[in-house]
């Protein structure tokens, strides 16, 4: 996230999400929420529950120092940890030892992993969420006005411009109820996954589990000594086909903005909704669909990797828990920036429903009567109209 190569295609919100403060502080607050169910669970003093919760804050930590060390120790989790005890130490003595109690450094990076996804996750979904309703809007309001419907990008038969908006909002409100139901599955607790700290709660675990997760807001594990991934692959799958659907519709947005066609124009998004409001820029359209064809490309290789992972021996074979880790930042940045340049993209659309028609009647001059007969009758314009009607319907029904 770091490289000056990718920083034109990620946004500052994913930037800071996924930067190293913001790992660091996740961490740090799952150490907190861990010592203060263990303490509620009777199962260490209140005084170093309340020494180590004092502790956990990312400021007093140097940050950089830490992921320096990281990479000498290849986990992150050890210098974390490592340089909290002695920081607890310094004004506590005796709580040093319940630092990290119960608890192995993968459950807490993993815990950490899905803290920051959740927040990266929320900015896909409000994003998502603007999209389809910005494409039912446009549907509704041009639902009659007619254009060349192409396959594969050549002229085909009629349809209106409102049934390709809403053609467009189906598979992504299919793909926002995946995602949902995909995050309630990944977003969960890591804990308890070896007997060894499992045995260290002394029969509490699934008290400590339910209030860490209750606290961080995360599902409770469903099973103690569960260290599967596979539910977060699953998460990445869902997010491969958002990419995927997004990457089509930009597509196609940027061959009816083509000059030569003309059908879609692209206004500046604070102007969007302004009366009269001037085209923006031409480059502005190219760029955006650049960066969705960018995350595009990436996504699906991404999606490949963290499969590759499940195929894996003897629990969390050697490499496959560092190649998700290493996975995960580029999958969600790539998956934040398409999701954001279309969302953009769709705010400041504006159809030219003359170009759209001059297209078609271009294209209808050029054919025998015969043929226009068929493929250009006017009840076919009806029927796109209504059924853009009861998709639209159908679609807010389901949101």
Excluded at 78 to 103: D, I, K, M, Q
Excluded at 230 to 243: E, I, P
Excluded at 251 to 259: G, L, P, R, V, Y
Excluded at 364 to 377: D, G, H, I, M, Q
Aim: with cysteine; aromatic share 4%; net charge negative.
């Amino acid at each position: 996230m770091s490289s000056l190569f990718e920083s034109f295609v990620a946004t500052p919100e994913v930037s800071e999400a996924l930067g190293d403060r913001a790992v660091i502080e996740a961490m740090l607050r799952f150490e907190a929420a861990l010592v203060r169910a263990q303490a509620s669970a009777g199962l260490l003093p209140q005084d170093a529950a309340q020494s180590i919760i004092g502790t956990c804050k990312v400021e007093l930590f140097d940050v950089p120092k830490l992921v320096r060390e990281s990479r000498r120790t290849l986990c992150l989790a050890t210098p974390l940890v490592a340089s909290l005890r002695e920081t607890v130490a310094l004004f506590n003595p005796g709580a040093a030892v319940w630092v990290h109690f119960g608890c192995s450094d993968q459950e807490l990076v993993d815990t950490a992993l899905a803290l920051v996804m959740r927040d990266v996750l929320k900015h896909i979904e409000t994003d998502l969420g603007k999209t389809i309703e910005t494409l039912l809007m446009l549907a509704v309001r041009h639902e009659s006005d007619v254009m060349l419907a192409r396959s594969p990008l050549q002229a085909a038969t009629i349809t209106s411009f409102g049934l390709t908006c809403s053609q467009w909002a189906v598979p992504l409100v299919r793909n926002q109820q995946q995602l949902q139901a995909a995050s309630e599955q990944a977003l969960r607790l890591h804990l308890g996954h070896a007997l060894a700290t499992l045995a260290d709660m002394q029969g509490k675990g699934p008290q400590v589990m339910s209030l860490v997760a209750t606290e961080l807001q995360l599902q409770a594990p469903p099973f103690a000594g569960d260290g599967g991934h596979d539910q977060t692959v699953a998460l990445a799958c869902a997010l491969g086909l958002l990419v995927g659907n997004l990457g089509r519709i930009a597509f196609e947005m940027a061959h009816m903005t083509q000059f030569e066609l003309g059908e879609l124009t692209q206004l500046d998004v604070a102007l969007a909704a302004v009366p009269g409001a001037k085209p923006a820029p031409p480059g502005a359209t190219s760029l955006l669909c650049m960066v969705a064809q960018v995350a595009a490309q990436r996504v699906p290789q991404q999606v490949a990797g963290l499969l590759a992972t499940l195929s894996q021996q003897h629990g969390n074979a050697l490499g496959n828990w560092q190649a998700q880790l290493a996975q995960w930042p580029a999958l969600l940045s790539a998956s934040q920036s398409i999701t954001h340049a279309v969302a953009q993209l769709v705010a400041g659309l504006r159809a030219e429903p003359q170009r759209m028609r001059s297209n078609l009647e271009a294209v209808r001059a050029s054919l025998p009567a015969k043929e226009v007969k068929v493929r250009f009758a006017p009840e076919l314009l009806h029927q796109a109209s209504e059924l853009t009607r009861s998709q639209v319907q159908a679609l807010r029904h389901s949101l």
